[in-house]
Every structure is written in C-alpha cells, then in structure tokens.
C-alpha cells in the first residue's frame, strides 16, 4: 500500500487538530480548578456532582432553619422569662394588696400597678420574632392576643 504524502500531511494535521483540543480541554480544566465542566466531559461524574451540590444546598437550607429556630426559641425564652417577673410581681402586689392595713390611696397604687402589669403582659403576648410573626399566635401570622372594648383580653391567634 502507497502512503502519499498528503495522506502523510492530512494525518499529521489532525493528530495536531486532536493534541490542540486535549490541550483546550486541560487549560480550561486547570483555569477553572474542575475536571467535569459539563456534562459530556464525564455523564457518571456529572451526576454524582449534581448529587452532592444538591446535598449541600439542603444541608445549608437545613442549617439556615436551625439558626432560625434557635433564634426564635431565645426570643421566647426572653419573653417568657419577662412575663414571669411580670407575674411574679402581680403576685406580690396581690399579697400587699390583701393586707388590711393598706388605705385607700395604697391601694389605688397597687391597682395602677396590677393595670400597668396587664398591659405588659398583653405586649408581651403580641410580641413579634425576627421573621415579623407573633410569636404566641401559633401558624395563623395574626395578632395573637386582642383587647375588647370591655378591657378583656382575647386569644385571637
């Protein structure tokens, strides 16, 4: 079999044609620090990296709502905490209160202070978290607590 010479020179092109493709392939590799750029590179490797940035994205969607929830349970230990003091101090006036050696003037006193201790605790209720949501109003995103023209208090949530 005869080789001519533009066979020889047509297959010494492409030989050249294929080592500048490899060579593409690599400095692209080496640029972007990834040996699968996309799909036809490597279909196995694809799907497996696929697989796992999917992973990562749940797992830092899943970090996120634990920081959220962590960050709404501090809010109502606070809250909670405070209406305690709030409670605990309504206790007390109700024992001063009781007391029969108080006049009417102390008495008055104790009353504006059981007054201003009920509003507390109704801001208290009606407090909101760091995502706007009430925190006592369960999954209705409503006011948690209403004030009837009566005075009354109401759990609207």
């Known amino acids: 079999m ?9 297959h010494a ?4 044609t294929g080592l500048s493709i490899d ?3 690599l400095q692209t590799q080496i640029a972007t620090n ?3 750029n996309a799909p036809s590179d490597d279909a196995t490797a694809w799907r497996r990296i696929q ?6 994205a749940n797992s830092a969607a899943d970090a996120a709502n634990v920081d959220l929830a962590q960050t709404i349970l501090g809010e109502t230990d606070v809250a909670l905490a405070s209406a305690e003091k709030q409670l605990q ?8 209160g009781a007391s029969g050696t108080l006049n009417e ?7 504006a202070e059981l007054d201003g201790i009920v509003e507390e605790l109704f801001s208290l209720a009606n407090q909101a978290d760091v995502r706007g949501q009430p925190l006592f109003a369960g999954a209705t995103g409503d006011t948690a607590y209403v004030k009837q023209d009566d005075g009354t208090i109401l759990f609207a949530g």
């Not at 092109?13 to 050249?16: E, R, T, W």
């Not at 101090?89 to 001063?96: G, I, K, N, S, V």
């Open 105 to 111: 003037t102390d008495r008055a006193a104790i009353s």
């Open 13 to 16: 092109a492409s030989q050249i």
């Open 34 to 36: 990834k040996r699968v």
């Open 51 to 56: 697989t796992l940035n999917r992973a990562d």
């Open 89 to 96: 101090r309504a206790q007390e006036l109700a024992l001063q």
């Open 2 to 10: 005869r080789i001519s010479t533009n066979q020889l020179y047509s």
């Open 23 to 25: 060579a593409n392939t």
